[in-house]
């Protein structure tokens, strides 16, 4: 918690300096500072090892996924609640490939905090839906799968929708 205010207090001191450049008469270190002055409040909204985590995913590294969130010491207090629900979303897409139960805890929890795009959030119900359906959960799995194709308003995820009511027909 108190690390998301040394942030801002960074931020608001350079703008400062910024600011007395510009009385100087130093029109590009002030207008340079200003910019500069951004990253931090930028950084507190969008959490640096959270993107440093969604880059290493996106090259489907996931040991360099899971050792960015890892920095993450205390999620509860280091990261705002849509943060701590892509946290959750992260580990849960980490730990599918090896403990369902712990992944389905995960992309519960995202899920509950909230997420910015739909896409994630029609992820997570379908990665729910694939486990509930492993559970042997028909119900539940249907139910996911229908709020999954809801949120999916650009058809990104139609095949993998469709095969996976492919596969609940054979339960």
């Known amino acids: 918690m108190f690390h998301r205010y040394i942030k801002i207090v960074i931020a608001v001191l ?3 300096f910024a600011i007395y450049q510009f009385s100087l008469g130093n029109i590009g270190n002030g207008i340079f ?4 002055s951004l990253f931090p409040v930028l950084f507190y909204f969008k959490n640096e090892f959270l993107i440093l985590a969604f880059l290493r ?9 899971k050792k960015w969130l890892d920095y993450i010491k205390n999620p ?5 609640k849509k943060q701590r629900g ?3 979303y992260l580990y849960g897409i980490i730990t599918s490939q090896v403990n369902l139960t712990q992944a389905e805890k995960y992309f519960r929890t995202a899920l509950k905090y909230g997420l910015n ?5 029609a992820m ?3 990665s729910l839906a694939g486990i509930s359906m492993q559970k042997r ?8 799968l229908t709020q999954a194709k809801k949120l999916d308003k650009q058809n990104l995820l139609k095949d993998q929708i469709r095969m996976m009511q492919e596969q609940m027909k054979k339960i």
């Open 14 to 16: 350079i703008f400062a």
């Open 33 to 36: 500072l200003i910019l500069l």
């Open 57 to 65: 995913l996106r090259k489907q590294d996931v040991a360099g996924t």
């Open 76 to 80: 509860e207090t280091a990261l705002i």
């Open 86 to 88: 892509y946290y959750n």
């Open 117 to 121: 795009m739909k896409y994630d959030e």
């Open 124 to 126: 997570a119900r379908l």
């Open 137 to 144: 959960r028909k119900r539940e799995a249907q139910e996911f």
